[in-house]
């Protein structure tokens, strides 16, 4: 990968830590360097001042109390007195046996950082899947919510309070499933993210065990968002319905910041744990999964967009531009469109047409039929060769974004409307891209080349990586 956030090996999953601190973002991340399963965790670390050019740091946390001697789990940054202040979750596993406790840890230099342990154990209406704090403050009083498993083994977000980051008050569930708002909806909530947007309160959140519904929930675990409002003194989240908060077959976990230009900013996993993780083609090299670009978030109405950085165009190198470029009920390549990490635009989609194809390394397909207002993505599966796809329903297509880059794309529609992102595993001599129209279409053509990134290692497999 030219421009993700990748391991030089192992595993990488959920983002940590996402935060702007000292005039640098920071971004943590759950690693296991040893081997490409999940297992005991650590927190790499990258920086950047532009959210583009990544440098890796050196591991931030590594489990070696006893309080987190099976991983440290996921958690998020605060600044407090000029110090960088962690909160994450430390997990002891004995036989069939599990204990969380949630950690703190502190830095001056947001390179060392000093353990002061557990400030929240376990309370007893939950299970030891409890973990993933993020934290925010609010007025004077810092909040931190968690995601959560009840003895019921009902997905539940758990709100608490505090004044130091050491001592937390437990507030009550806010919302999970048989609750006011919502009924059956999965044994396991992780990575709550809490957030004002809009002049709302949004929850993102992961829930595991969701069964699918329609075209709905078929990734083997849930990515999503609720958007309310949040009642601090009576704890109650009053919202909306569950969102899926991209269409494709890799994302999960995401965390947001909030930065110094008041952008809030969202970066996520590229991966979905327990979905086929051992049938990736980079097992072999010892290195496994990415993490998404990070993603400006804006509320249109109730619903969610995410729209790529403008940093992003930094990245830009030659290309070409096909300004009115015109298709009727054919398929046809573009000179130059082609390539494994470029970005292609098109803009000013309009005409007759029922039916847009992009064909992408002859690996993917992106497909939106007028008809049916459905756009659909489509891929080769890496697990078992066959043809699978993701769906949702869209109104009316008019624009794309796509970004590709040696093992992923990511499309956003209609100005981040919709977002499909996922890994694909095409032959690496295979860089070409078709379009095809049932009808009549027109757009606005523009594909950019992207420069490296210092955020991807050199791996041994240059195939993927």
Not at 28 to 57: A, I, M, N, R
Not at 95 to 114: I, V
Not at 232 to 261: C, I, N, S
Not at 296 to 301: A, D, H, M, R, T
């Amino acid at each position: 990968m030219n421009y993700h956030i990748m391991p030089p090996t192992g595993l990488i999953n959920d983002p940590n830590g996402f935060i702007e601190w000292n005039g640098k973002y920071h971004l943590f991340y759950q690693w296991q360097p040893f081997k490409t399963g999940h297992g005991t965790k650590f927190w790499g670390h990258v920086s950047s001042t532009d959210l583009v050019h990544w440098e890796h740091e050196p591991i931030a946390l590594a489990p070696s109390e006893w309080y987190e001697q099976d991983g440290c789990y996921s958690g998020s940054a605060v600044e407090q007195d000029g110090k960088l202040f962690l909160l994450y979750t430390g997990n002891v596993k004995e036989d069939d046996d599990r204990e969380t406790y949630q950690c703190l840890a502190e830095s001056s230099d947001g390179k060392t950082f000093k353990k002061h342990g557990p400030v929240l154990h376990l309370p007893k209406e939950y299970t030891a899947h409890f973990r993933d704090p993020k934290v925010w403050k609010k007025n004077d009083t810092w909040y931190m919510i968690i995601g959560a498993q009840t003895k019921k083994l009902e997905g539940r977000a758990v709100l608490f309070q505090s004044q130091d980051l050491k001592n937390w008050t437990r507030l009550g569930d806010v919302t999970g499933t048989n609750t006011d708002l919502i009924g059956e909806f999965g044994y396991m909530w992780e990575c709550p993210d809490l957030f004002e947007l809009g002049g709302k309160e949004v929850m993102v959140v992961s829930p595991q065990g969701v069964a699918p519904d329609g075209m709905l929930y078929h990734n083997e675990h849930q990515c999503g968002y609720l958007v309310g409002d949040l009642d601090y003194e009576e704890v109650k989240y009053r919202h909306g319905a569950f969102v899926e908060m991209d269409r494709g077959f890799e994302f999960y976990a995401p965390q947001t910041l909030v930065d110094a230009k008041g952008r809030r900013i969202m970066i996520a996993w590229m991966g979905m744990p327990d979905q086929y993780e051992q049938k990736h083609p980079t097992i072999p090299f010892k290195w496994i999964h990415s993490l998404t670009l990070p993603r400006e978030l804006k509320l249109v109405g109730n619903k969610v967009y995410q729209v790529p950085l403008e940093e992003m165009k930094m990245l830009r190198g030659d290309g070409v531009s096909y300004a009115g470029a015109e298709m009727v009920n054919e398929e046809k390549q573009f000179d130059g469109v082609e390539g494994d990490v470029m970005e292609l635009g098109l803009d000013d989609i309009s005409g007759t047409f029922e039916r847009l194809e992009i064909t992408l390394r002859g690996n993917a397909r992106f497909i939106y039929n007028k008809e049916t207002k459905l756009a659909t993505l489509e891929r080769a599966s890496f697990a078992h060769g066959q043809t699978e796809s993701r769906h949702c329903y869209l109104e009316e297509l008019n624009s794309l974004r796509i970004f590709v880059d040696k093992s992923s794309i990511e499309i956003f529609i209609n100005e981040g409307e919709e977002v499909f992102s996922a890994r694909q595993f095409a032959y690496p001599e295979n860089k070409g891209y078709s379009f095809a129209s049932k009808g009549y279409v027109s757009f606005d053509l523009n594909k950019w080349n992207l420069n490296k990134s210092a955020a991807a290692y050199q791996v041994q497999d240059e195939r993927y990586a």
